[in-house]
Structures are given as structure tokens and as C-alpha cells.
């Protein structure tokens, strides 16, 4: 089992930036990936960005490619999401959420298997 919480999320106006964290701990080795989902109200849930933990490489929705970045700390078993030029409909309830699979980053969220609990980021304009 793998357990993840979530940190960093709060009230911001429109252009601020938020930085995210996530802590892993449990059976950490076997994680291959792990991304950064979002909700907002009334809306599905829907990727964000993702990383390999090995090799470090990323993907990203286009909605936030440019703006987002998503990195991680193997050795503090972290992964990080810095939003940047933060705007209204970023307006969302955050996930941090992990795979084993490692042959490239999962972008259904159906292919996750460990998920935390959410962090709430607000966007004023």
C-alpha cells in the first residue's frame, strides 16, 4: 500500500502562484509514476500533469503546459506541482495519486491505484 497527502492549497487572486506537495510513504518503491488530477464543482475529475519517478520525464494537460510544473524528490519520496499565472478555472480541488506502471505516465486516472485526499485551490479574479 501507498499513501499520499496533499499540501499547499489555499485562497489566491488571478496570477498569483501555489505550489503543491505531495508526500508518499508506504511501499514507495513501487510507485512508477504519479500525476496531479483536479475537480472542479459539477465538473469531472481530470489530469493535470504526471511524472516517472525513475526517469523523471512529464506530461501535461494542455489547459495548464506552460503555466504548471510538476516535479519530484525521490529521496524524500515528494512529488510537487508549481502553478504559476493562476486563473479563475483553476478553481479546483487537487489529487495527488500514484501507479506502478512505469512505461509511461498514465493519464486516466483509472490507471491509478492510490489517491489522497485532496487540497483546495481557489483562484479569485
Known amino acids: 500500500q501507498v499513501q499520499l497527502v496533499e499540501s499547499g492549497g489555499g485562497l489566491v487572486q488571478a496570477g498569483d502562484s501555489l505550489r503543491l506537495s505531495c508526500a508518499a510513504s508506504g511501499r514507495t518503491f513501487s510507485i512508477g509514476a504519479m500525476g496531479w488530477f483536479r475537480q472542479a464543482p459539477g465538473k469531472e475529475r481530470e489530469f493535470v500533469a504526471g511524472i516517472r519517478r525513475i526517469l523523471g520525464d512529464t506530461y501535461y494537460a494542455d489547459s495548464v503546459k506552460g503555466r504548471f510544473t510538476i516535479s519530484r524528490d525521490n529521496a524524500k519520496n515528494a512529488v510537487y506541482l508549481q502553478m504559476n499565472s493562476l486563473k479563475p478555472e483553476d478553481t479546483a480541488v487537487y489529487y495527488c495519486?500514484?501507479?506502478?506502471?512505469?512505461?509511461?505516465?498514465?493519464?486516466?486516472?483509472?490507471?491509478?491505484?492510490?489517491w489522497g485526499q485532496g487540497t483546495q485551490v481557489t483562484v479569485s479574479s
Open positions: 495519486a500514484a501507479t506502478p506502471r512505469s512505461s509511461y505516465v498514465p493519464q486516466s486516472q483509472s490507471l491509478y491505484d492510490y
